[in-house]
């Protein structure tokens, strides 16, 4: 195995490795929230399960991304050690993001669960709100796409 593949295969499992970990991360604290949100009003579950869920969307987008690359990678054959280090680079920029806006994104449907558990209608502007960290994986993941794409 050449050098450039060992830095390809680093860059694929650092795109689907970092947004996995950074959505459980994520989940994880709209779930916390939700399960101390049920003993004050549990019949928003189904509230708090979508805002739950949604940092999940990052692991999706590094899932994704490892499919656009490793079908690239399989497509090019021999690869030269520029693309191999082009690949690491997607895969770090789209492991990054993804990891950070995951976990930021968790907070922010968290605060939203507390908001509705104390009684606000909050949900739709928790939704619009939690979109803004997703933003940055969604640009993340378009950059690893078109870095892809230039191969």
């Not at 999706?60 to 520029?82: C, H, K, Q």
């Not at 922010?108 to 669960?113: D, K, R």
Request: glycine share 18%; proline share 3%; hydrophobic share 55%.
């Amino acid at each position: 195995m050449t050098i450039a593949f060992i830095l390809a295969y680093i860059g694929v499992g650092l795109m689907i490795g970092l947004p996995g970990i950074g959505s459980s991360i994520g989940v994880s604290i709209g779930g916390k929230t939700s399960i101390g949100a049920l003993k004050k009003k549990p019949d928003a579950f189904g509230n708090y399960l979508i805002l739950s869920a949604l940092p999940g969307s990052q692991g999706l987008y590094g899932f994704i991304g490892f499919f656009v690359m490793n079908g690239r990678i399989a497509e090019l054959g021999d690869l030269t050690v520029a693309q191999g280090a082009a690949i690491l680079a997607a895969g770090i920029g789209l492991g990054l993001a993804g990891l950070y806006s995951a976990i930021k994104q968790g907070e922010v449907v968290a605060h939203g669960i507390e908001g509705i558990a104390s009684g606000h209608d909050v949900f739709g502007r928790t939704i619009v709100l939690a979109v803004f960290p997703e933003l940055y994986a969604i640009i993340a993941f378009a950059a690893a796409f078109l870095i892809s794409a230039g191969l």
